[in-house]
Structures are given as C-alpha cells and as structure tokens.
C-alpha cells in the first residue's frame, strides 16, 4: 500500500514540467490524481499516458481544463474531483507563468498576466479548496508552489518575484486562517528546475538582451548552487509527496526550499 492511498489530490498546472511529476509521483503512492491545466487537450494525454501507473498503483486519474484565474472554473475543478473521487484531501495550487522584462520596461500588462495567473489564481484556488475541505468536514491540505524568487528579487523578473512573495503570504495567512478549521496549508520554492518553463524563460531574456546565448541564464544560475547542478523535477517530487502525505501533518505555515543550496534561508 503506497504512502497516498485513499487520498485524492488535485495539481494544477499539471501537463508539463514539476506539476505533471509531482501528480506521477501522487499516482506512484496509490493517491487518486486529477491533473489539471488550462492546455486541456495536453493534459488529457498526459492522463492518458499516465493510466497504466495508475493501474499499477491502484490509484485513479482524471484530467480537468481550467482557468486557474476563474473562480467558477475552479469551482468546476473541484465538483470534478469530488464527483470522481468522493472527496478532495490535498489541493497543488501550481500552475504559474512568467515573462521576463527588463525593469524598467515592465508593462502593467505584463504585471497584470503574472499576477492574475500566479497571485489570484493561488487565492482563489486556497479559498475554493477550503471550502470543499469545510463542507466535507474532513481535515485537507493545501500545497502552494513558491520560487527561490519568492525570498529575493531578481533583475529583468520584477513581477515574477512580486508574485512568489505574495504565494508565502497567502501561505501563511491561509495556514493562520485555516487551523481552527484542521486545514495545513504550506508550499514549497523549487530553485532552477529543467523545465519547459524554464527554456521559454531563457528565450525571453535573449529576447530582452539579458543574456547572449541559449543556455547562458541557467549557466549562470547554476553556479550560485551548492550542488553543483540544476533540478530536474524529480527532484522536487520526494519534499511535494510528504507535503502530501500524513507525514506532514503537523505543518503548516511553511515554505521548504528546494534549490540545491543556491538560497540559505
């Protein structure tokens, strides 16, 4: 029996990158998984490719579509999951997006685009999944994803930054909220992860004249990382299944770094 069976777990942003591995790492340890995105038909094949290690674990999958940004979409999310699954016990509010600019080229649409997507879209999803938690009745767990630019700022991604500082507060406001109510809420702030977002971030920044050659931002990042290496999103996968798992029930509140040693903390 894996570490997550019987539970049911929703992961959004979930079609690419660290939220397709953390939901495979759920189904792994027998969770019931629904991999949301609002790319719907990228996250249906990534259920559909995922459905033998579901059957293998026991677990069940589905996929859902969603504006993460949407309240009523969110809320259609959840009635998803609970009309599949029974019951909601764990919520990844993952999905997030970035658009390097210069700082002082940064746009109020560009800061719009990512606070909307990574700052009200962690909102609403938090307050949507206490809500099913509290109708249930039951105890639930809300895992946010942060950065390492949620405890510095960066140069060419101010808004970025200004989001993932906003997820920390959201996580300790929702975890002082929520107690009385037997809901953790944590998160958890990947470093430099070798991921699609990641190629499309150093597209940009070429774009920008931040860098001069594909690959030299990740370069230069990875020097400042004690381990030597950047992450690949298995990585992250072993802290996100004991967010998930009764392991850590008796925390709440935090955020746990995951960078390799590039931000001491």
């Known amino acids: 029996m894996g570490r997550l069976t019987g539970r049911s777990c929703i992961v959004t942003g979930a079609a690419r990158g660290i939220g397709r591995a953390i939901g495979e790492a759920l189904l792994d340890e027998g969770a019931d998984v629904c991999f949301a995105d609002i790319n719907g038909d990228l996250v249906a094949k990534v259920v559909e490719a995922n459905a033998g290690r579901a059957d293998q674990?026991?677990?069940?999958?589905?996929?859902a579509a969603v504006d993460v940004a949407e309240r009523e979409q969110v809320r259609a999310l959840i009635d998803k999951a609970v009309d599949a699954f029974g019951k909601i016990d764990v919520k990844f509010n993952n999905a997030g997006v970035n658009k390097p600019m210069n700082f002082l080229d940064v746009t109020e649409e560009n800061w719009e685009f990512i606070m909307r997507i990574n700052g009200l879209g962690c909102l609403i999803g938090m307050q949507e999944a206490a809500k099913q938690f509290i109708r249930q009745g039951t105890p639930g767990k809300i895992i946010n994803t942060a950065s390492i630019a949620s405890r510095q700022g960066f140069d060419n991604v101010a808004p970025y930054c200004a989001s993932?500082?906003?997820?920390v507060a959201l996580t300790q406001s929702g975890a002082r909220d929520l107690?009385?109510?037997?809901?953790?809420?944590?998160?958890?702030a990947p470093g430099v992860v070798a991921t699609e977002m990641w190629e499309e971030v150093d597209r940009t920044l070429m774009e920008i004249g931040a860098s001069e050659k594909p690959g030299q931002a990740m370069d230069e990042f990875s020097?400042?990382?004690?381990?030597?290496?950047?992450?690949?999103?298995?990585?992250?996968?072993?802290t996100t299944t004991f967010l998930a798992s009764k392991d850590s029930d008796y925390m709440?509140?935090?955020?746990?770094?995951?960078?390799?040693?590039?931000?001491?903390?």
């Open 252 to 265: 709440t509140g935090q955020i746990v770094m995951i960078d390799g040693g590039m931000t001491l903390v």
């Open 223 to 238: 020097s400042e990382i004690l381990k030597g290496r950047v992450a690949k999103p298995e990585d992250i996968t072993g």
């Open 164 to 167: 993932k500082f906003g997820v």
């Open 57 to 63: 674990s026991g677990g069940r999958v589905i996929w």
């Open 179 to 188: 107690a009385k109510h037997d809901i953790t809420v944590t998160g958890f």
